[in-house]
């Protein structure tokens, strides 16, 4: 018999009306409050997602207090997840963070401390695409293959960028709040390539920068013992570049490595292929709910812990191509002494 998991969220954005709805969906979590800086956007979320019976809060101490909370989703700017998830764990909440969780090493380090100290706690990384049917298809395909390269790409124009055009500075467009096209969606190709080939031996992008100082786009390289994969995130443009991993003369192809709404394995030089793909469920993020849910519910430390190394290195690698790259946020380090 399992007590479901009461969930709270911090942030108003869309992706955090999508994880609502997986709460609901969910039959190992309900849904107990929804924290807000303003009434207004708070009521609009809950109202949106079909969930306007899930209270809003405006104090994230009341939040942390409760004790029907058992887990935070924390899907704010990319700069504050640290101290939220900091705030959320020493409050003995798990949490779940969007994606990029954090901006450095440094910062996950600190994170890691506090899960050390605390046995009983789960920290997870929101990072969709690789909890879904596909990924986990893809992942199937490349068993007994060795691989020659590839090339992932996911490019779309960002409902902000006008907003930049016009001469503001959107916080996904902005250093302050660790924004760029790197961090946004660059992320999902990062995250895809440790998940399947493991963390590069080096890391590199060039990227296109704007004038608010964060990337619009870029080429990135990982480099792996034998091959390279090719990364191109950007959200200046809409493309409808597939991806693409190359197992010599035959090539494992997706739409879309973010999505992954179907997988191919295309043979020799011609058009002739093996759909390996199966139906992807209709809200992407219930995947990674259930698997954290079940994860939490089994007191499963082995999970938790390839999950938590895959996060690491993700961590890593994206503050490695940002160095490379030279871009460079106002805050770097924001860990601070566990006051436990």
Do not use: C
């Amino acid at each position: 018999m399992f007590t479901m998991l009461g969930i709270a969220t911090i942030g108003t954005s869309f992706i955090t009306g999508a994880f609502i709805q997986a709460v609901q969906a969910e039959p190992l979590t309900k849904m107990v409050a929804v924290y807000s800086r303003t009434q207004a956007h708070g009521e609009q979320l809950v109202q949106s997602a079909g969930a306007a019976d899930v209270p809003v809060k405006t104090s994230l101490a009341e939040v942390l207090a409760d004790p029907a909370v058992d887990i935070v989703y924390i899907a704010s700017p990319n700069s504050l997840h640290f101290q939220q998830t900091r705030a959320a764990l020493l409050a003995g909440k798990h949490v779940i963070t969007e994606k990029p969780a954090f901006t450095n090493p440094a910062q996950f380090a600190e994170i890691e401390r506090i899960l050390n100290s605390r046995p009983t706690q789960y920290y997870f990384e929101a990072a969709r695409h690789i909890h879904t049917p596909n990924f986990k298809r893809l992942q199937q395909a490349l068993e007994g293959h060795q691989v020659s390269g590839a090339a992932f790409s996911y490019a779309k124009y960002s409902s902000r960028y006008d907003a930049l055009l016009a001469g503001q500075t959107p916080n996904i467009f902005s250093p302050r709040f660790a924004g760029g096209a790197l961090q946004d969606l660059g992320v999902y190709l990062v995250y895809a390539a440790v998940a399947l080939f493991g963390k590069p031996l080096a890391a590199h992008y060039l990227p296109t920068m704007l004038e608010s100082g964060v990337d619009g786009g870029g080429i990135g390289r990982l480099d792996y013992n034998g091959f390279n994969v090719v990364l191109r995130p950007d959200k200046t443009v809409e493309s409808r570049l597939p991806s693409e991993i190359y197992l010599g003369k035959d090539t494992l192809w997706t739409e879309n490595i973010a999505e992954l709404p179907s997988v191919r394995l295309y043979h020799g030089n011609g058009e002739d292929y093996t759909d390996l793909g199966t139906a992807q469920p209709a809200n992407g993020m219930g995947p990674e709910l259930h698997d954290f849910a079940t994860i939490i519910q089994d007191k499963d430390r082995s999970r938790f812990a390839d999950l938590l190394q895959l996060s690491a290195r993700v961590n890593e690698v994206l503050f490695a191509m940002r160095q490379d790259a030279g871009i460079q946020f106002p805050v770097n380090v924001e860990a601070v002494p566990i006051d436990e």
